[in-house]
């Protein structure tokens, strides 16, 4: 069964960085885009970056450009993401998404991990 699991997460301090994983199985991790999303508490969920099987980035949150680094490394069925000159407002639980149908991203997904927490705060 497919099974997404992140980790890489804490506490950091405003203008820290931190570098999420996702480890994939139960798919052919390489020819599925890939996806990064949050959770603010309270709210609903929020697109964070996209990457497409090949390695392309293909969405990024406005306010995390510049700042933030999605990639992905097929042979060990890993995504990540590389969080920079973090924020408070970029506190919230982060997971990783698989998109629905393999090929090009739909921006549609149907498995999401569980989730690393992320809190920025001094």
């Known amino acids: 069964q497919v099974q997404l699991v992140e980790s890489g997460g804490g506490l950091v301090q405003p203008g820290g960085s931190l570098r999420l994983s996702c480890v994939a199985s139960?798919?052919?991790?390489?020819?599925?885009?890939m996806y990064w999303v949050r959770q603010h508490p309270g709210k609903g969920l929020e697109w964070v970056a996209g990457?497409?099987?090949?390695?392309?980035?293909?969405y990024s949150i406005e306010s995390a450009k510049g700042r933030f680094t999605i990639s992905r490394d097929n042979a060990r069925n890993t995504l990540y993401l590389q969080m920079n000159s973090l924020r408070s407002e970029d506190t919230a639980m982060y997971y990783c998404?698989?998109?629905?149908?393999?090929?090009?991203?739909?921006?549609?997904?149907?498995?999401r991990g569980q989730g690393t927490q992320v809190t920025v705060s001094s």
């Open positions: 998404a698989k998109d629905r149908a393999s090929g090009s991203g739909s921006f549609n997904y149907d498995y």
């Open positions: 139960g798919f052919a991790f390489n020819t599925y885009s």
């Open positions: 990457i497409n099987s090949g390695g392309d980035t293909i």
